[in-house]
């Protein structure tokens, strides 16, 4: 669930940067996660207080980056270490390299609502 939520805050925080006109790939690259993978804990962070606001953070995404939908190059960028996983995650797919597959806004919504 950690992971889960590290990935759509360092999505927000790349949409707000680009919409701002600051530096993404500084983000992309410093952007790192709270918490270490390898400990289980016994900690529920819920970023979106409401379904709602779920359904809301994953449409301003799209529209702050100014796509209908995320590309596996985009996610490749935005998460250059873990790209697979995280198109995985948000996609229900799994990746396969030089593919042409994209994350529509509609499967980004859903994801962030079962987040929640």
Not at 6 to 16: N, P, R, S, T, Y
Not at 84 to 101: M, N, Q, S
């Amino acid at each position: 669930l950690n992971y889960k939520a590290f990935v759509f805050k360092k999505l927000m925080a790349i949409a707000e940067a680009s919409e701002d006109g600051g530096d993404v790939d500084e983000i992309c690259q410093d952007c790192a996660q709270e918490h270490d993978d390898g400990l289980y804990l016994m900690y529920r962070e819920s970023i979106f207080p409401s379904s709602k606001d779920a359904e809301e953070c994953a449409e301003g995404i799209c529209k702050k980056l100014n796509k209908k939908e995320l590309e596996f190059g985009d996610i490749k960028r935005f998460f250059p270490e873990e790209h697979k996983d995280v198109f995985k995650y948000l996609a229900g797919v799994e990746p396969k390299e030089g593919t042409d597959e994209k994350i529509k806004k509609k499967q980004l919504v859903s994801t962030a609502v079962e987040l929640y």
